[in-house]
Every structure is written in structure tokens, then in C-alpha cells.
């Protein structure tokens, strides 16, 4: 199975920029359905954004035009660049491979 390690969040103003890092082992990641998620307190987890095995990418309303997710097969991690971040963009930030293999999360504020 793969195991999936989150970095990159921290703490930004409203208008900031993070790139959230999504690093795998035990598997390659290329071999998989990978989207990050977003769960905010006392909120239901959410899509933000995704890529499938070909490359082709999806991304949740709020996000989209602000956030790229993208993968390096390479070095078998997935990236999500959150420019133009909002105060609601704040949350705890997973990534999950074919929604059955999760990270432990990273924290991602946005201060307004």
C-alpha cells in the first residue's frame, strides 16, 4: 500500500501563497487517483482539487482559477499551488490516493 505524507501549509495572509506537498512511498504514486482535501473546523471534509493517472485535473468551484494541482512522477509526489488564498480557505489539507490511502493533514490559515 502507499503511504502519503502532507507538507507546506503554515500560516499566510488573505492574498498569500502555499504550495502543499503530497509525497508518497511504498507505491508509485503515478499509479494512482490523487486529490487533496479540505476539512475545516466543525465543517464536512471537501474536495478542493484532483488528477487522475493521465493527468487530468479537476478542481472544486471555490478554487478554481486560484489552485493547481499537479504531480512529479519523478520524485512521486503531488503538489497543490494555492495562490489568492481567502480567509475560508483555511483548513486542515489531506491528500488521498484513489480516496482509500490518506495523509495525516496539514494545517493551512489564511489570516484576513
Do not use: H
Amino acid at each position: 500500500q502507499v503511504q502519503l505524507v502532507e507538507s507546506g501549509g503554515g500560516l499566510v495572509q488573505a492574498g498569500g501563497s502555499l504550495k502543499l506537498s503530497c509525497a508518497a512511498s511504498g507505491r508509485t504514486l503515478s499509479n494512482y487517483e490523487v486529490g487533496w482535501f479540505r476539512q475545516a473546523p466543525a465543517k464536512e471534509r471537501e474536495f478542493v482539487a484532483g488528477i487522475t493517472r493521465s493527468g487530468s485535473t479537476a478542481y472544486a468551484n471555490s478554487v478554481k482559477g486560484r489552485f493547481t494541482i499537479s504531480r512529479d512522477s519523478t520524485k512521486n509526489m503531488v503538489y497543490l499551488r494555492m495562490n489568492d488564498l481567502k480567509p475560508e480557505d483555511t483548513a486542515v489539507y489531506y491528500c488521498a490516493a484513489d480516496n482509500s490511502y490518506w495523509g495525516q493533514g496539514t494545517q493551512v490559515t489564511v489570516s484576513s
